[in-house]
């Protein structure tokens, strides 16, 4: 069975960091791709960042670029997203999700319960 | 980049009526389009991926169709327990951009 745990959200000051970590179970790590989705309070869902299966691909909307960074240790099924520089607009629950192949060009078949990312002074 | 579109935002429906959600890319993605519900306070799930195939497990009431600018969710038959917001989402290349959502109620 496919689990996904994210872990590591909470309050944060504007200008503050976070590092999400999602721990991934019941299938080959390294053979997907990962994306992390957010969704603001009463919002849509917005794409946020992908990585391809080997990790040597990322991808990040224009409204992470040069703030998040994401990343993926296949020794330990976990999968990463570094947010810096955090703004009130980066406030939402954040989900890890497991992409349907190895590239990034898929849809996302398997999410996690998603994580609570509060940016406020 | 390419901007997804949703219509209606959303819409009132009688149990048993054919509901038919249609989302428009700006640009041409080929059949590079999924389609998810998301339930109150639920998780989203992904329905539909390659525009028209159903994933494992979804009711075959749900369809979808469409290829290049123009797709279409169909219920055939709405149920109380398909009241969600669905989702578009290209995936072609990066940015992976979902459409606005459309909200689904029951009249």
């Known amino acids: 069975e496919v689990q996904l745990l994210e872990s590591g959200g909470g309050l944060v000051q504007p200008g503050g960091s976070l590092r999400l970590s999602c721990a991934a179970s019941g299938f080959t790590f390294s053979s997907y791709a990962m994306t992390w989705v957010r969704q603001a309070p009463g919002k849509g869902l917005e794409w946020v960042s992908s990585?391809?299966?080997?990790?040597?691909?990322?991808y990040y909307a224009d409204s992470v670029k040069g703030r998040f960074t994401i990343s993926r240790d296949i020794s330990k099924n976990t999968l990463h997203l570094q947010m810096n520089s955090l703004r009130a607009e980066d406030t939402a629950k954040y989900y890890c999700a497991k992409v349907r192949s190895e590239v990034v060009a898929a849809a996302s078949n398997y999410w996690g319960q998603g994580i609570l990312v509060t940016v406020s002074s | 980049d390419i901007q997804m579109t949703q219509s209606p935002s959303s819409l009132s429906a009688s149990v048993g009526d054919r509901v038919t959600i249609t989302c428009r890319a700006s640009q041409g993605i080929s059949n590079y389009l999924a389609w998810y519900q998301q339930k109150p306070g639920k998780v989203p799930k992904l329905l539909i991926y390659?525009?028209?195939t159903l994933q494992s497990g979804v009711p075959s009431r749900f369809s979808g169709s469409g290829s290049g600018t123009d797709f279409t969710l169909t219920i055939s038959s709405l149920q109380p327990e398909d009241v969600a917001t669905y989702y578009c989402?290209?995936?072609?290349?990066?940015?992976?951009?979902f459409g606005g959502g459309t909200k689904v109620e029951i009249k």
């Open positions: 989402q290209k995936y072609n290349s990066a940015p992976l951009t």
């Open positions: 990585i391809s299966g080997s990790g040597d691909n990322t």
């Open positions: 390659g525009a028209s």
